[in-house]
DNA sequence: TATGCGTGGTT
DNA sequence: TAACCAAGCAT
């Protein structure tokens, strides 16, 4: 049979997504790689979030900072504005980290090594090889859902993840070649995204169909084998949405740490079963009479929302009036956005 | 090793 | 409709 890879590597010649990362087929064929900046910055956007969502964010973040330098330079209310809707706010806030430590004390240029890309902040043990394989072309072990998912298949591996972590791990380093590794990396991904895919695989056009163990004993669709999670509990909370005279909006930046990290927010209770009213100002409060359902990582919100107006000397004891030409609702996190959209019809429309 | 951390699309 | 899923990282 021939080399495993190799075959990989055929068909993604053929089959490679032009994706708004990586360089086009003709730079490709030439061994032409694409820059570092960009591979880590698709990266971080991929983490946990799929191509359709991730390409618009890797568009409009590419158009305003095109090189690390200017990212490094960019204000973080800005950066974490244009981040919202993406999720994993952790990720913004690592991501400006990381771009200052490259800019300011690595004189503007990556590491080429997986050793010393993985101390940098928000880039793992996953992206640090992505980007060594990718960007610089080492023959790094590139593991992620895809990767594994593969690998139990290509295999027949029943134990479940986590727990097989370390056993897929060691499938995949034994396939991966030291000619074309960055390809290769792509390559693998690519099959589990589009062709050996979590439901209904397509194992009739697959590259790797006749060396397939679980197609052989018919076990692809149930693999991997995953540890079931937890149910998700149910909180509820108080969204507090006042309007100035002016037309200004209250909003609060919410702390570095924890959900929605350093995003901008309505001021609010918090959220557990009963929460307690919380206003951020003494004013008329109406209660909307619908609540924003937002699901999470690990709960289900639902989210009472109380609106005021209120007049143009009014003193708020929590968050900052922010002008109405200054405010765009695409800063907020979608929680926060669904809240907005159901307040500001009855805002503009009078209670 | 387990948990916290978003969102939108699919089934 | 509710559960599941997607190019993980930090702690």
Redesign the pocket.
């Known amino acids: 049979m021939r080399d495993a890879a190799q075959d990989l590597l055929a068909w993604y010649d053929r089959h490679a997504?032009d994706?708004p990362?990586?360089v086009a087929p003709a730079a490709r064929a030439a061994r032409v790689h694409p820059d570092p900046y960009r591979v880590w910055l698709?990266?971080?956007?991929?983490?946990?979030?799929?191509?359709?969502?991730?390409k618009a964010y890797f568009e409009r973040f590419t158009t305003l900072w095109p090189d690390v330098q200017a990212l490094a330079a960019a204000p973080d209310a800005q950066v974490m504005g244009e981040w919202?809707?993406?999720?994993?706010?952790?990720?913004a806030r690592?991501l400006l980290k990381?771009a200052r430590v490259v800019a300011n004390d690595l004189n503007g240029q990556f590491p080429d090594t997986r050793e010393d890309l993985?101390k940098?902040?928000?880039?793992?043990?996953?992206?640090?090889?992505?980007i060594a394989a990718i960007a610089f072309d080492a023959p790094e072990v590139v593991v992620?859902?895809?990767?594994?998912?593969v690998m139990a298949r290509l295999h027949d591996i029943h134990t479940p993840l986590?727990?097989a972590?370390?056993e897929l791990t060691r499938a995949a380093a034994a396939l991966t070649p030291n000619r074309r590794p960055g390809d290769y990396a792509?390559a693998v991904?690519?099959l589990?995204?589009t062709v050996c895919?979590?439901?209904?695989p397509a194992c009739g056009i697959c590259p790797w169909m006749a060396r397939c163990t679980a197609r052989k004993a018919g076990t692809q669709s149930d693999l991997p084998h995953?540890?079931?999670?937890?149910?998700?509990p149910t909180r509820h909370g108080i969204a507090y949405v006042a309007q100035r005279a002016d037309g200004a909006w209250l909003l609060e930046r919410r702390p570095d740490?924890?959900?929605?990290?350093g995003?901008l927010g309505w001021p609010g209770s918090d959220w557990r079963d009963t929460p307690s009213p919380a206003p951020p100002l003494e004013a008329d409060w109406q209660d909307l009479g619908t609540e924003a359902r937002?699901?999470?990582?690990?709960?289900?919100l639902r989210l009472t929302i109380q609106v005021a107006q209120v007049g143009m000397n009014t003193q708020p004891e929590r968050g900052t009036f922010h002008p109405a030409g200054a405010f765009r609702p695409s800063d907020?996190?979608?929680?926060?956005?669904?809240v907005f959209d159901l307040a500001r019809d009855t805002l503009n429309n009078g209670p």
């Open positions: 997504r994706l990362w990586r698709s990266e971080v956007m991929l983490q946990q979030t799929t191509v359709a969502a991730v919202a809707g993406l999720g994993y706010y952790a990720r690592n990381c993985v940098l902040p928000g880039i793992g043990p996953y992206t640090s090889a992505a992620d859902g895809n990767v594994e998912r986590p727990a972590k370390p792509q991904m690519d589990g995204a895919t979590s439901k209904s995953k540890t079931p999670k937890k149910p998700k740490k924890g959900l929605l990290g995003m937002h699901t999470f990582t690990h709960f289900h907020l996190p979608t929680v926060m956005r669904k």
